[in-house]
């Protein structure tokens, strides 16, 4: 796990506010068991700064939770309302097979059966039906009618030949 804290990019929640007397409140982005609890690290970020906070003590509240982070004053609490709180990438579950978090498709390579490149993904649009992976110059439905195969190792995937998959001028 990275101590460069430029690293910690997979948001988990938010400082609301604080509690007591240097408690914070926070916001959670996620459902992971022990994600707040005490000795989790997270990486605070506000307004461009971000500092390293360890969890010491933690109780769940009005569907937020109250951390004690160790912060020596009410100010100190208080600086931090707003800030975003990161984990680093390592920290997350691991996925059982055949699963994966969207953000690991960022940067994978999209080619048709055909062998034409389609681009990087660069974007993923979560819709009610289903996700659709977004390339410079296509908008691909991530589903078995135009997804042919994932090579994670590679970093590539493969779509069948559409007609009217690529964008205009694509």
């Known amino acids: 796990m990275s101590e460069d804290l430029s690293s910690w990019d997979v948001l988990v929640g938010r400082v609301k506010g604080h509690w007591d007397k240097a408690s914070l409140r926070i916001v959670p982005f996620s459902d992971v068991p022990n994600r707040f609890a005490a000795g989790a690290k997270l990486c605070a970020e506000i307004e461009g700064k971000r500092t390293l906070l360890e969890v010491k003590a933690s109780r769940a509240k009005d569907g937020g939770w109250i951390c004690d982070?160790?912060?020596?004053?009410?100010?100190?609490?208080?600086?931090?309302?707003?800030?975003?709180?990161?984990?680093?990438?390592?920290?997350?579950?691991?996925?059982?097979?055949?699963?994966?978090?969207?953000?690991?498709?960022?940067?994978?390579?999209?080619?048709?059966?055909?062998?034409?490149?389609?681009?990087?993904?660069?974007?993923?649009?979560?819709?009610?039906?289903h996700d659709i992976y977004v390339t410079p110059r296509a908008m691909i439905p991530a589903v078995p009618d135009f997804i042919v195969s994932t090579d994670w190792e590679k970093r590539v995937v493969t779509v069948r030949d559409v007609e009217g998959l690529l964008s205009e001028g694509g």
Not at 93 to 111: A, C, I, K, N, S
Request: charged share 25%; hydrophobic share 35%; aromatic share 6%.
């Open 69 to 129: 982070c160790g912060l020596p004053s009410t100010e100190a609490a208080q600086s931090l309302t707003g800030a975003q709180l990161f984990i680093h990438k390592s920290m997350r579950p691991q996925t059982q097979e055949g699963e994966f978090y969207l953000d690991e498709l960022f940067g994978m390579r999209v080619v048709s059966k055909s062998g034409q490149e389609l681009g990087e993904i660069e974007e993923v649009l979560e819709t009610p039906a």
